[in-house]
C-alpha cells in the first residue's frame, strides 16, 4: 500500500500532465445543469449538485439532540458536536423538553431555530413531520438516522418516497434514511498527498477503507448513502470527481436507485481521469437477495452491471482488502511509464511463482535484453536467472550491489514496474534490501510494488521503512499487488484516449425510426415477416424473401427467391418454429415447395397458431451463426447483447452485453470477449467472416434500441449469419416483442 504524510504525484489525464498534490484541476465548475438530451428524452451529462455545504456546513440543527447518558443520542449529539468543531460548524440542539445540550441552549422546535441552517440532522422516529418544517428553517441538507423504510418491503417503500416527496417539496436535498454518522468520522488532518474519498451503502463495510489513515493513506470524504430516497451514490461520484484533493474514489455498492444516473457519474470521472473502483454486491442471487433487503434497492441482472461498469472504467473487485488495496494505489500512483513488469526477488522460487501469477493476471513480462542481462551479471551469479524474474542469489541485497540492481532494473525503458515479493522477513538483509526500494521508488517516476510477506506485520522495515514511504506500493498479497497493478494499468490505457459515449449519443431520431413507428404494435410480438421489415427499417439486411398465402403463390416466389429455398410458417404468435416443424430447408423443386406449404399450414391449423402466410426465403447456407439482441434491464433501461447463435446461445451462453450509446470500439470489444471469437477469425480451413458487416449490424441494433427503446420490450435476431470477409451479414431470423 502506498503508505505516508509525504506529498506524491497524481495524473489528470485530460491534461495529459502531472500534477503535484494540493495543484488545481482544472475542469468544468463544480454545479453543472443537464445541457442536453439524447434521442429518447434521458439526460447526457450529469446534473452535480453542490454538496460543499453538506461536508463543511457553517450551521448544524441536531434534532432530537441529547445529553441524557444512557441514551443513544446522546452518543450521536457528542460525536456531532465533536465533528462540528473541526469543520468550524455553529450548533444549534432541537429537543422540546430541554434548554440546553452540553452546554448549548437549545430551542423546542425547529421553527425556533435562530438561523438558516446548512445541515439538519434528524434523530427522530419519525422524520416525515419534521422534514416539512425544515423548509422554514431553509434547511439546504438533511440526514435521517431511521431505519424501517424500502429495505422493509412494499409498505416500507412507499414512507421512503412519501419521505423524499417531502424532502422535495421544502427544497431540502436528503441523505438516508437508514445511514449513519459516518460523514462526521474523524479524519486525520496531517495527512497529504491525493485521497480516497469513500462511498458506502453500508457504512460498517467502509471501515476497512477509512483504517487506511493508519497506514498513511489520506481519505477526503465518507458518504453513507442509505436507502437513497433522494441522494445517491451517482451525485456524490459527480461531486467527488470534481474535487481537486481527491485521487480515487472506492465505492461498496448494494444496488443502485438509478442505473442511468451511475454511469452518466462514472462518465464524469472518466472524463476527469479519476479512479472508481467499487466492490458491487449481488454476483450471486443469494447476495442480490441479502442486498435488497438491506438497502431496499435494485441490484440489476449481474451481467449487465459488470458490462456498464466496464465500459464506464469502473474497477470492479471483490472484496474489502482488494478495495483498500487498488484505491490505494490507483489514487497515490503516478501514471505508468511502460506496461512491462520485471519481478525481482531473492530466490528462483518464489521468482518463478510470482511471475507465473503475473502473467495469469494478464501482465506483460519483457524478456530483459541480452545486454541488460549482461549488466545485471556484473552483480548477480551467472548461473542465475535474469531474463525475468531476475534472481539475485539473495547475498547482493545484503551490500552496495542490491541498490545498482535496482536502479539497473528501473532504467530499462521497457520495464514500467517492479515488484519485489519478500516472503517473510529475514533480517539484516530483508532490512536493507527494503531500505534500498525505498530509496531507490525516491528517485525514479516508476512503480515499485512490495508484498511484505509477514503474517506478523509489526516489523520495523514493514512498519517503519515501506508504510513510511511516499512511493512504495506495499501490499500483503501478490494476489492484491498484481491486481491492483493490472488495474492500474488498464485505467491509463482507459483515461488516455476516453472519449465519451454521450458525446456521440444521437439527439435526434433517424428516419429509420419514422418507418419503423408504422411496424410497432404496443404490447405485442410481431411475426417474423413483420420484424423482418423492421430490420429493414434499420438498413439490416435480410434474405430474399417473400410472404405468400397459397402454393400456387409459393411455388412463383421460390422461383423468384431462387432455388434451393427454406420455408417458414410466419405468425405473431409462434416463436419456436424448429420445435414445432415449421421450417423447411433445402427445397429444391415446385412439387417440394407445394408439398411444404400445404405439410406447414396443416401443422399450424393443428397447433392453433395463426398465420400471416408462409416466408419463402432465400437459403445462406455458409457463414458463422451469431446472435444481436435487445432486452430491457430494470437497471439501465435498453441493453445490446452478442454472442454465438443458432442453438450455440442456449447451450454455452457465450455472449457479451454493453449498455447504449457505445460507439465502434465498444462493439469490437464486445466480440473479443467472445470464448467463440476464434470462430470469426476462420477455424479449419474457413475463410475469415466479415466482422466489419457484424460490427454494423450491433451498430445499427444500438440505434434501434436508442430510439425503438420505450416501445421495445425485446429484440432477438438469431441467426445472423456472418458471411466471409466482404459479403456482410444476413439476418435470417428474428423476434421482436413490442411494449
Known amino acids: 500500500m502506498l503508505g505516508s504524510t509525504h506529498g506524491t504525484l497524481t495524473t489528470d489525464s485530460r491534461q495529459a500532465r502531472v500534477i503535484a498534490c494540493g495543484e488545481q484541476r482544472p475542469g468544468p465548475a463544480v454545479h453543472d445543469r443537464v445541457a442536453d438530451l439524447d434521442v429518447s428524452g434521458r439526460p447526457l451529462h450529469a446534473d452535480v449538485p453542490d454538496l460543499a455545504r453538506f461536508f463543511r456546513p457553517g450551521s448544524v440543527a441536531v434534532i432530537g439532540a441529547s445529553d441524557a447518558e444512557g441514551r443513544p443520542n446522546t452518543g450521536i449529539t457528542r460525536q456531532l458536536l465533536d465533528w462540528a468543531g473541526r469543520v468550524g460548524a455553529r450548533v444549534h440542539p432541537v429537543h422540546p423538553a430541554r434548554t440546553s445540550v452540553f452546554g448549548l441552549p437549545c430551542v423546542p422546535s425547529v421553527a425556533r431555530l435562530p438561523e438558516p441552517v446548512d445541515l439538519a440532522v434528524l434523530l427522530v422516529a419519525d422524520p416525515l413531520p419534521v422534514i416539512g418544517q425544515l423548509a422554514e428553517a431553509k434547511a439546504r441538507f438533511a440526514v435521517v438516522f431511521a431505519s424501517g423504510f ?267 514496474v517492479l515488484i519485489c515479493p519478500v516472503t517473510g522477513p529475514f533480517p539484516p538483509l530483508s532490512d536493507r534490501l527494503v531500505r534500498d526500494l525505498a530509496d531507490a521508488a525516491e528517485q525514479t517516476d516508476k512503480l515499485v510494488c512490495v508484498v511484505w510477506g509477514s503474517p506478523a506485520g509489526t516489523e520495523p522495515a514493514y512498519r517503519e521503512v515501506l508504510l513510511g514511504s511516499s512511493r512504495v506500493a506495499t501490499f500483503r498479497t501478490v494476489g492484491n499487488c498484481l491486481r491492483a497493478v493490472r488495474a492500474w494499468l488498464d485505467h491509463h490505457r482507459f483515461t488516455g484516449d476516453y472519449r465519451s459515449p454521450f458525446d456521440a449519443a444521437p439527439r435526434t431520431p433517424s428516419p429509420s425510426f419514422r418507418k419503423a413507428q408504422a411496424l410497432l404494435r404496443p404490447g405485442a410480438r410481431l411475426s417474423e415477416h413483420a420484424a423482418k421489415q423492421l430490420l429493414r427499417a434499420y438498413g439490416i439486411r435480410v434474405p430474399r424473401e417473400q410472404l405468400v398465402t397459397s402454393a400456387a403463390a409459393a411455388v412463383r416466389a421460390a422461383g423468384q427467391v431462387g432455388y434451393p429455398v427454406v420455408m417458414k410458417a410466419s405468425g405473431a404468435r409462434i416463436a419456436h418454429k424448429t420445435e414445432l416443424g415449421l421450417v423447411k430447408i433445402g427445397l429444391t423443386s415446385a412439387s417440394q415447395v407445394r408439398d411444404a406449404y400445404r405439410e406447414l399450414t396443416d401443422i399450424a391449423r393443428y397447433e392453433g397458431v395463426g398465420l400471416d402466410g408462409v416466408l419463402v426465403c432465400q437459403m445462406v447456407e455458409r457463414g458463422v451463426e451469431m446472435m444481436v439482441g435487445v432486452t430491457h434491464d430494470e437497471l439501465f433501461g435498453p441493453t445490446v447483447t452478442a454472442g454465438l447463435g443458432g442453438i450455440l446461445v442456449e447451450v454455452l451462453r457465450d455472449t457479451a452485453v454493453r449498455v447504449p450509446p457505445f460507439g465502434e470500439e465498444q462493439a469490437r470489444a464486445m466480440l473479443g470477449e467472445l470464448r467463440g471469437r476464434a470462430l470469426l477469425d476462420g477455424v479449419r480451413g474457413r475463410p475469415p467472416a466479415d466482422v466489419d458487416a457484424l460490427v454494423e449490424v450491433v451498430l445499427r441494433v444500438q440505434r434501434m434500441a436508442l430510439e425503438l427503446g420505450p416501445h421495445l420490450a425485446e429484440l432477438d435476431i438469431n441467426p445472423l449469419m456472418v458471411l466471409d470477409r466482404g459479403q456482410g451479414a444476413v439476418a435470417l431470423d428474428a423476434l421482436v416483442v413490442c411494449r
Not at 471501515?207 to 456524490?236: C, K, M, Y
Not at 449481488?282 to 461498469?309: I, Y
Not at 530483459?368 to 549482461?374: D, N, R, T, Y
Request: with cysteine; glycine share 10%.
Open 150 to 416: 424500502a429495505e422493509t418491503g412494499q409498505a416500507g417503500a412507499e414512507a421512503q418516497e412519501r419521505l423524499a416527496e417531502a424532502a422535495r417539496d421544502a427544497g431540502v436535498r436528503l441523505l438516508g434514511p437508514n445511514t449513519n454518522l459516518n460523514a462526521f468520522e474523524r479524519f486525520r488532518e496531517d495527512l497529504t498527498g491525493p485521497a480516497i474519498a469513500l462511498i458506502t451503502q453500508s457504512g460498517h463495510q467502509g471501515r476497512p477503507v477509512f483504517a487506511l489513515q493508519e497506514l498513511g493513506i489520506r481519505l477526503s470524504h465518507w458518504a453513507p448513502t442509505g436507502n437513497e430516497a433522494d441522494l445517491e451514490t451517482a451525485d456524490f461520484l459527480s461531486w467527488f470527481a470534481e474535487r481537486p484533493e481527491v485521487g480515487a474514489i472506492a465505492c461498496y455498492l448494494e444496488g443502485l436507485k438509478d442505473g442511468r444516473a451511475f454511469l452518466l457519474a462514472a462518465d464524469r470521472a472518466a472524463r476527469r481521469g479519476v479512479p472508481v473502483v467499487a466492490v458491487k454486491v449481488g454476483r450471486t442471487e443469494a447476495g442480490a437477495r441479502t442486498a435488497a433487503s438491506h438497502t431496499g434497492k435494485l441490484t440489476g441482472a449481474d451481467d449487465v452491471v459488470d458490462a456498464a461498469l466496464r465500459q464506464y472504467g469502473v474497477i470492479r473487485v471483490d472484496a474489502l482488502d482488494e478495495l483498500q488495496d487498488t484505491a490505494a494505489l490507483l489514487a497515490r500512483a503516478r501514471p505508468p511509464r511502460s506496461d512491462g513488469v520485471v519481478v525481482y526477488s531473492i530466490s528462483g522460487g518464489t521468482g518463478a511463482h510470482v511471475a507465473d501469477l503475473a502473467a495469469g493476471a494478464g501482465l506483460r513480462l519483457p524478456t530483459l535484453s541480452a545486454e541488460k542481462q549482461a549488466e545485471l551479471h556484473r552483480w548477480i551469479p551467472d548461473y542465475l536467472n535474469v531474463a525475468n524474474p531476475v534472481d539475485n542469489g539473495g547475498h547482493p541485497v545484503g551490500d552496495e550491489r542490491g541498490r545498482k540492481i535496482i536502479d539497473a532494473l528501473l532504467a530499462d525503458p521497457r520495464v514500467g
